[in-house]
């Protein structure tokens, strides 16, 4: 069987090294048989992750396989090789046998409140059914659930909280017991305590998320998923809803404004942070690079963001994150050091995954 042979610094140990690629795994340095150096020099980065990803997703909802693979291709090609899908109505479990396609780890469909999300994304239920949606959710999904925690109320005129506290607790518990973990959707301040309390382990976007509850956050592990590059749309939302829902425009305008010195605030307190694009839905994909760059706005290094993108949201997701022998050979190679330049991750030299190359130029 040919090796596949690549020289250059691997991340995130920084080090000069060869890196053998056999059988889909990195292997260690053979003693005989064909081996093909196909890359030498810059700097070789584990696969890329987008932890907020919606694989299967348009606007409108559910998309067909070909418009899934296309998406996945995108992706691919981003240098993004793992997504967590956070939260799909269509099903793509066929990716799973393309090993062409990237790895992805589901979070089932999105649960929401009836009439409280975008029509034809999530299951829309009421509270006394959160318990058996989440279990059928999880396990449907790889080890996650996804809730939407808040969403505008009518009624309310503003973002308000989608579940009452006993149904988040009976329902998160519910998911722990089986194995699984739980993500929501969450844009303003009222939900947080009692997604926290009921044990959450994850926030998407975070953008209401107040000083007082960071130490809580840090201490329990509880991550956020800031999706920076759609953070951008918050003017646009509060501008279609300037005339109808006044209250709810000034609160997401307020949001937008606050978001950097929150998430800082959130950073520089320990909370764990990830990148994520929330690809599928307004935004297209392949904005991985992007969603890294963004990270430094809320004052993570070169280096934080690309572990925030690469081998720290591996680990967090349960997946390999370093390049050695027996772990997955899904790397990216890039010209210049993208901690020091983080723009360079918008030109990937080379892309492997599960060690067959997928681009090179």
Request: charged share 25%.
């Amino acid at each position: 069987m040919t090796v596949l042979k690549l020289v250059g610094t691997v991340l995130p140990a920084g080090e000069q090294q060869e890196l053998h690629l056999s059988g889909g795994l990195v292997v260690d340095r053979p003693t005989a048989g064909d081996v093909t150096t196909v890359h030498t020099g810059g700097w070789i980065v584990p696969g890329l992750v987008d932890a907020h990803c919606h694989i299967g997703l348009d606007q409108h909802g559910a998309v067909d396989a070909e418009v899934q693979e296309q998406q996945a291709i995108v992706d691919r090609d981003a240098g993004a090789l793992l997504v967590r899908d956070a939260g799909s109505a269509a099903d793509t479990r066929w990716i799973d046998d393309r090993e062409d396609l990237p790895k992805i780890i589901r979070a089932g469909r999105h649960i929401a409140r009836s009439k409280r999300y975008i029509r034809n994304y999530g299951w829309e239920i009421e509270p006394e059914e959160l318990v058996a949606y989440v279990e059928q959710e999880a396990a449907r999904g790889d080890g996650w659930v996804k809730l939407v925690g808040d969403w505008i109320d009518r009624d309310a005129g503003d973002l308000t909280p989608c579940w009452p506290a006993e149904a988040l607790t009976a329902a998160i518990t519910r998911a722990h017991e089986l194995g699984a973990r739980v993500t929501a959707h969450v844009f303003g301040e009222h939900a947080l305590p009692d997604l926290l309390a009921a044990g959450i382990d994850c926030l998407e976007h975070g953008t209401g998320v107040e000083p007082d509850l960071l130490a809580q956050m840090s201490a329990n592990g509880v991550a956020v998923v800031p999706t920076l590059i759609q953070l951008e749309n918050f003017p646009e939302y509060a501008e279609q809803a300037d005339a109808k829902f006044p209250v709810y425009s000034a609160h997401m305008r307020d949001l937008y404004d606050r978001r950097l010195h929150r998430l800082r605030d959130a950073f520089e307190a320990g909370v764990p942070v990830y990148a994520g694009t929330d690809a599928g839905g307004v935004l297209g994909h392949g904005l991985v690079a992007q969603e890294i760059q963004a990270l430094t706005e809320i004052g993570m290094s070169g280096e934080q963001a690309l572990a925030a993108g690469s081998w720290a949201a591996r680990a967090w997701l349960g997946a390999p994150s370093e390049l050695r022998p027996g772990d997955p050979a899904d790397l990216v190679v890039y010209d210049e050091d993208p901690r020091a330049n983080p723009a360079v991750l918008t030109h990937p030299r080379l892309i492997a995954l599960r060690g067959r190359v997928m681009f090179q130029r």
